[in-house]
Structure formats: structure tokens, C-alpha cells
């Protein structure tokens, strides 16, 4: 592998995969022209910023094949039995580092910059654009409010879209909740007023939560919208603090029969009908000023206990299906249900793409980048999570297109159905790609057909999650969908505009990043030992640099093996004053240096070319040793504990409601914790261990017990695993409120730190 990576940096010419990837002059932009001479986008490449990416990969590899030396020196030489177990642990966390460093080359070989030119698909297009379905999913309206999905849906109803009939959004609340259906209920009488009201004014942000929360232009009209909104979020917020739709809050008989014909006492979450309601119809309703409304359409897909439903890709399977009856729209974007547009012009930008001839036959989706709102000043939890939502996905552009993130995805429906060159025939000739709709969506034909293929058994012994739609066999279902489209010949692009396209919320506990991480470690551990692992399948399929881009996705999990080796050896073996490393006066203590600075400089300069600052970049370098000890590490005990049978898979959805004192302490820059947790005894233990050692190590330096010389490498780890664990120790001993970190896990983290202390000093002893 190494010889192969060698290869590569000295032949930069084998990495231009993309047809517009010739240029080599110092900054080289190129354009699509198309009928007449509109240029819809243009790429931008920097040569001098490839050479000197390269130039560096080289040098810093040929400094870890001389660390690779030095260890098989140390192993040769070794003079007991924990010696060389010490000697091996080091280099096989070395080696998973060298691994996952030469990963992140891949993204750096060939970055490039895109520009859209939204205004000019009007006149390409001739005002008639082609028709768009919007698949937002939602599965638990007790951690995912609502009004929140409400607000999503009614932001990206208000898109800039002509004509706005051919605009259709389906709901799917897989959670199958009638406080859900009664917010839409809502949300369909508030859009006659809203999406008007966003045209006539020439709104940016629509997302009416967000509007109402900016600095707007107050009149009496406004005032009327805003009246209105806050009449529709009491009556949502009203219902869901009863738990259920009482009949003074149904308007009508229509209403009624729908909450009595399904909601009846058998209904249960994981045992329910289908549920398909047709909230608006395009050409039938029209808003307050007559103009047409967009389709909105609530789904919930049958469930049943003795059917696997794959989480979030059945939930989009079953709304390809059904969207595929009712509409067809060649172009789908999907969205997480709190993550509202931004940007009104945003479809527009995606088809500056997607009726580009030249990319259509390959061209599979449209990537937006994750943008958060409300992040602290820190970014204390690295939720911005730079590397993957941004930096990583320009990188990949310039091979053959970033991954799906699993939100802000403008797909070909096309792409959904077998590779560029073989179509995969689904079942009914309704659902294919290229089949008209000639029927109303609220026909009694077309909803017959639409409850059928969300049903639960639709997709027995059918391609559905293998060959066609969404792809089953991973929780992260987003990355391991695209990885697949791309293994079978599809490209992708990645389009960031300045204006953030959507927005979205984030969790603002540890323990709720921490779980969400988790449950993406056993996604991805699922994606590594299946057949389609990307050093295998995907080398095979896509090629080395794209194969090594998705393997630093795949491979993610594994860093929780030298983060918890260093996170511990290093520490122990100073507690007992047995140095594991080159003396400084060694000139290999140089190559150490060289290789400490060179990785986290070449990161620190990464992340802040792409608008970072420093105190986000420190975040960030400290979520990846927490993640490393916590969600990683545990993610892949419950992974190999599932493998085993152990114990059983589960699916956990992020919670999306905001407690105000956490949200005060998150803004104040204030870490969570406040649950009792296995992880966050993992974390104190480490951080107790790592001061211990580097206090002692000091005491016993100035004591002249021990020399500065042999243990300096120790006590600088150990020293900056303490200066990153302050927050822990803040939580631990100086805070009070109900975020500190409970008095359970700092007791048993000290106990379990005092017998790792004991066992070490007793194995050690004679070393």
C-alpha cells in the first residue's frame, strides 16, 4: 500500500478522473457553456496548492517509514516480555495513525473551488423548470418538535420555483404520530398566507422560526403573518403538551374521520396501516393572492413487527415509491427534518448541475454542505465537523464527487435505479424513472397504488435497499448509498455557495453528540466488514484515491485504538519512571517532533483556510481524542458485541429539544454532561491518570528522582491530554449545576484509576 501511495504522488497526472480536470496553469477556471452561450458553473483549480500538498505527503511519508524503522529497532532489541508488549502497542497504534494519515492525503491531492450562475437558469430553462419532489423524514415528535419539521417544510415550499405546481413535499413520519399529522394540518392552512407573503416581499429567509427570530422590517402586515404563526405554534405546542388531538382542536368532519379511521386503540408505533394524507394538492388549492400552492403530502409507512423496516433508507424507499406514484419528479432532495433552507435560489443552483448535458449521464446527486445555526463561539462540541461536511467534500470533488451526507441532496431520481449503463427495472411501471403522471394525486387509482408500495412487505424478495433506492445494510445509510452510487459508475458534485443553502440545528449535550457519534461508528463498522469494504470492493470499483477517501470514512472508528493506547501507556509507564521513547538528546526525538507538528500544523492549516478560527480548530483536535475514548470506542464494543449476539442493534434518534439551562450553559462555552454514563468514565479516567502522572512526574523531576531527558515525550502527552481534559475537570470538582459530571462517575473513575495505577506499578516493576 505504501508503494502504491509513493506511486501516486509522483505521478499527479493519474488523479484527473473528471473531464475538466486538464488545466496547469497557476489558478485555471474552467466553464460549462450551454445553448447561446450561458455558462451555468465553472471549477477553479490552484496547481501550486496541489504541488505543495504533495510535496508534503512525500516528505511526511518517508519520516513514518523511518519511525516504522525505529520501532522494528526497539522490537529486535527488546529486554523482557512487557517491554515488547509495550513496543507492539505502540506500533500497531502508530501504524492505524500512519493509516488514517495517509487517508487524509486523499482528500488533498486534487481540491477544487465551484461557482454557480442561479440567475441565469430562468432564461435556459424558459421560466418552466422541471418538476422537484422533497423527501423531509421525521421519526419521534418527542425528540424531534413538530413545529420544527413544520418550519423546514414551509421553508423550502416557499422556494423561488416556476411554476410552484411542479414543487411536491412529502413528509414521512415514520414515528406514524398524530401530533405530526396536526402539525402539518397547520402548517398547510399557515403556507396560504406564508408563501405568498415570502414572494410579494422578496424574503431570504424563509423558514418562518428563523425570520421571526431576525432583525425584519416591522408593518402591519408583518405583524399579521407574525400573529398568525404564533397562533399556529400554540396550537401545535398545545397539543403536544396534552400528548394527543382533542376534538376541540379538529376543525372540521374531514379531520375528524382521519384521526378516528386511523388512530384507533391498536395503533402502536411499530404496528400501524399506512397513513397518506394529502394536505395540499397543486392546481386545486391556491393561496390568499390565487396563485397556485405546492403538493404537501403526510406519509407514514405501514409497520409491522415481523418486517424489518431499515431505519431512515426504508423510510426513503418507501417515499421514492410513493412519490413515484403520485408525481414522478425526475430531480429529489432530501432533507433531515431540522435542517431548513437558507436560500430561496437554491434548487436553481443545484440545476445549474443537473441540466448541465455534459455531467447529466453520470451525474447522480447535487451535495450541499451541513451549516449549523446557534454554534457558541468555540464550537466546544466540533459540531461544525469541518472536515467531513466541508474540506473532505472538496477534496473528493475533484475525483469524482463528495458523499452523501444524508441531507441537503439534490438526486436524479434516474440514479436511484441501477448504474449509468444498466437501468434496473422496479417492479411496476409506475415507479419508473421516466413514467408520467397523468392523474391527480388525491384519485382514488393513485392513492390505492401509493398505500400499496408502503406497505411493509412491498419490498419482499425485491432489489429495494441492494440495487435499487436507498441502500439497506448500514445505519449510516446516507454515506453508504452514496459510496455504493459511486462504486457503480456515478459521479457527484459538491456545490457550496457562500450563503449557506440550509441551516440546521445541533445537539447541545455531550452525551447527545457522544450517542449520535456512537451510532455512526457501528454504521460504519457494518460498511467495513461487509463485502462492499472499501479496500476491496470499492478499490476495485472507483480506484485508489477514492476507494482511500471513503476508507477514512469506514476506517473512522478505528482511531479509538491508538487515541486510548496513547491515552494510557505513555501515562502509566511515567507513573513508574520507565521511558518508552527517544531521549531528547536522540536525534530520533527529532523525527517525533517532526512528525507531532507536521500533522496537526498541516490540519490546523487546513481547517482554517476553509473559515476557521483558532479556537475551533483547538475544538475540534479535542473532540477527536473525547470521540476516540467515548463514542468510537464504544461504538465498536456494541458493534463486535451485536457480531457475537450479545447484545441487539438499536436506533436511537438525536434529540433536537432544547432545555433553556443547557442552552445558556452550551452558549456560555460550558461543556454537558450531567448523565451518569459508561463513556464519561472512560473520559475521567483518563483525565484523572493523565494529571497524575504528568503532577508526579514533575514532583519527581524537581526531586531529582527523575531525568527530564528520558521522559520528556511522556510528560508532553501527558500534558496535553491535561490541558484538553480542562473542561472535564472543571465538570469534576469546580461546578455545581446540573450539567457538572455526576458525582457517580468521578468516584468510580478515581477508583478505576487507582487500580489501573496499582496493576501497572505491579507489572512494571521489573522493567
Known sequence: MLLTTIYHYLHPNQLQTQPEMETTAAVAATGTTIDGGATL????????????????????????????????????????????????SILISDLILAFMWSTTQSFLMRPITRKQCPEKIKKYSNN????????ICTADPCKEPPLNVVNTALSVMAYDYYPIEKLSVYVSDDGGSELTLFAFMEAAKFAVYWLPFCRENNIIERCPDAYFSSTYTENSETQKIKLMYESMKTRIENVMERGKVDQDYINNDEEFQVFTKFWTAGFTRPNHPSIIQVLLESGKDKDMTGHGMPNLIYVSREKNKSSPHH???????????????????????????????NDPSTPQRALCYLLDQTLWPELAFVQFPQCFRGLNEADIYASEIKDLFHTNSMGMDGLRGPNYVGTGCFFRRRALFGCPSSFEKPEIQQLYPDHVVNKPIRAEEILQQAHYVASCNYEDESNWGSKMGFRYGSLVEDLYTGYRLQCEGWKSVFC??????????IPISLYDVLSQHKRWCVGLHEVVFSKYSPLTFGLRSMGFLMAHCYARYAFWPTW????????FIPQLTLLNGVSIFPKVSDPWFFLYVFLFL???????????????????????????M??????????TIEYLTNRFGISTLGFNVTSKVVDDDQGKRYHQGIFEFGVVSPMFVALATTSIINLVAFLTSIAQIFKGDQDLDGLFIQMFIACFVVINCLPIYEGMILRSDKGRMPTQVTLFSTFLASILYMSSGFLLRNV
Open 311 to 341: 431505519f431512515k433508507a426504508g423510510a426513503l424507499n418507501a417515499l421514492l415509491r410513493v412519490s413515484g406514484i403520485m408525481t414522478n419528479a425526475p430531480i429529489i432532495l432530501t432533507l433531515d427534518c431540522d435542517m431548513y433552507s
Open 41 to 88: 458553473h465553472s471549477v477553479e483549480v490552484k496547481p501550486l496548492q496541489l504541488i505543495l500538498n504533495r510535496a508534503f505527503a512525500l516528505i511526511y511519508l518517508f519520516a513514518i517509514l523511518a519511525l516504522f524503522y525505529k520501532h522494528t529497532l526497539n522490537i529486535l532489541n527488546y529486554t523482557s516480555f512487557i517491554n515488547l508488549s509495550i513496543s507492539i
Open 626 to 635: 473525547i470521540r476516540g475514548l467515548t463514542s468510537l470506542l464504544f461504538g
Open 598 to 624: 507536521g500533522a496537526y500544523g498541516q490540519h490546523c492549516l487546513v481547517f482554517m483556510s476553509f473559515e476557521g478560527t483558532w479556537k475551533r480548530w483547538w475544538s475540534d483536535q479535542r473532540m477527536w
Open 560 to 567: 479509538c485504538i491508538p487515541i486510548t493506547l496513547y491515552a
Open 128 to 135: 418552466n423548470l422541471p418538476a422537484l419532489d422533497i423527501f
Open 496 to 505: 457550496h455557495p457562500k450563503r449557506p443553502a440550509f441551516l440546521g440545528d
